[in-house]
């Protein structure tokens, strides 16, 4: 099932980096049904994202319209880190 935004929802403006003037991150989780891809995106600070899941096509053109920056597996580690820490740690706790 194809899901289209109505004419108001799409952006003609362009680039979130743009419309922000902050850098875009996107770190690739997976893939589902070898047709998705299933990433994280965020604009400014890659610890604060949004799941997201589309077709590898336009996942394509979503990372070009927004001008991301692919996140590093070992990027993708340290926020993995990070997370554990504020999920099952406790206050103090460092690298």
């Given amino acids: 099932?194809?899901?289209a935004l109505p004419k108001t929802a799409r952006s003609s403006s362009?680039?979130?980096a743009r419309m922000t003037g902050q850098p875009c991150y996107v770190r690739v989780t997976g893939t589902l049904d070898e047709r998705f891809v299933e990433f994280e995106f965020a604009i400014g600070d890659p610890e604060l994202?949004?799941?997201l899941v589309m077709q590898f096509e336009?996942?394509?053109e979503f990372c070009a319209t927004h001008e991301v920056t692919h996140l590093s597996a070992e990027e993708g580690a340290r926020l993995d880190f990070e997370r554990m820490k504020w999920r099952f740690g406790a206050p103090g706790i460092t690298d």
């Fill in 1 to 3: 099932m194809k899901l």
């Fill in 14 to 16: 362009g680039s979130a």
């Fill in 49 to 51: 994202s949004v799941e």
């Fill in 58 to 60: 336009q996942f394509r």
